[in-house]
């Protein structure tokens, strides 16, 4: 089948085309020769002009999650080989906040998608990657294998994010399994890099270390500092998404990279990529930031990954952490420099 596919240029359509893996993903599928489709929400997005500047070979449609007729539209309009379904309320913090609207949206929305594609005809013929997380898992001692989290290990969800994730999680495999629909889910454990919201505590730390260097602010606040992740880079895991669809078969597939680090030793890195090797005056905790369910160690098993997709992480820890603060002090340094309105 996939062969017969391969007869004419490809088209993929992404949710999340905003978000970090989005633009990765986008960039890698224009590289392959893709015809790519962008879903994104309207209103004047801000981001809008960003995507439409960085990928202008992005055709964008605009739709929303939560509206499934947007999503028929969306589908309709792009008629993708592959969808690869990234959108969702994707920060573990804000879900305490706001636990309904991540429930409909990273949740609800994973059925609104799959429905679309199920109700226009195309249940044979469109590969959808649905974007699943390690934060199913929760890190519980008890529920934590030795090796890492692999494909068959229980979930046990500790935040509203998980929650809706694992649904999302859930539906897909139904889906696949009750109208035989091509659905890979893949299980990817924190991965970081350039593209990283602000928002998020690796990119909130390489930020403020290139502001730091550069005299622009004094300190930065964090919550705890303990938790351990398993953190790879966001360009090498999709390029696994993107395997798990030229798979013969369906499935479900985690990617990590096989080891933790704790926020500390992310600390460490970076102040040391400007020359600083006592972090500690710089950095304020703040209970503000503290969750109140907070996962201790994610720790993932890529073996099946490696052995049936050939897929590899290429950036090490130390290498994601000097990518990063290198990018952070090149757009701080290059604001600096642009003169004032």
Known sequence: MLEELMTERRRALITGITGQDGGHLAEQLHEKGYEVFGLIRGQNNPRRVEVETDMPYVTLIEGDLTDPTSLVRAVETSDPHELYNLAAISHVGYSFKNPTLTADVTAKGVLNVLEAVRVTGRAQTTRIYQASTS???????YNRPGAGYNENSLFHPRSPYGVAKLYGHWIAKNYRESYDMFVSCGILFNHEGERRGVEFVTRKITHAVARIKLGLQPHIELGDLWPKRDWGY????????????Q??????????????HSIEEFLTLAFAEIGIDDWKPYVVQNPAYMRPAEVDILLGDPTKAENELGWR????FPGLVSLMVAHDLAVQSRQLSLPSA
Do not use: I, Q
């Not at 966001?234 to 669809?245: E, I, K, N, S, T």
């Not at 798979?247 to 933790?260: C, I, Q, S, Y």
């Open 247 to 260: 798979h013969d078969v369906p499935d479900d597939f985690v990617l990590a990279t096989g080891e933790t």
């Open 313 to 316: 992480r290429e950036v090490d």
């Open 234 to 245: 966001a360009g090498d895991f999709v390029d696994g998404m993107w395997r798990m669809l």
């Open 135 to 141: 934060e199913m898992f929760g890190g519980l001692d």
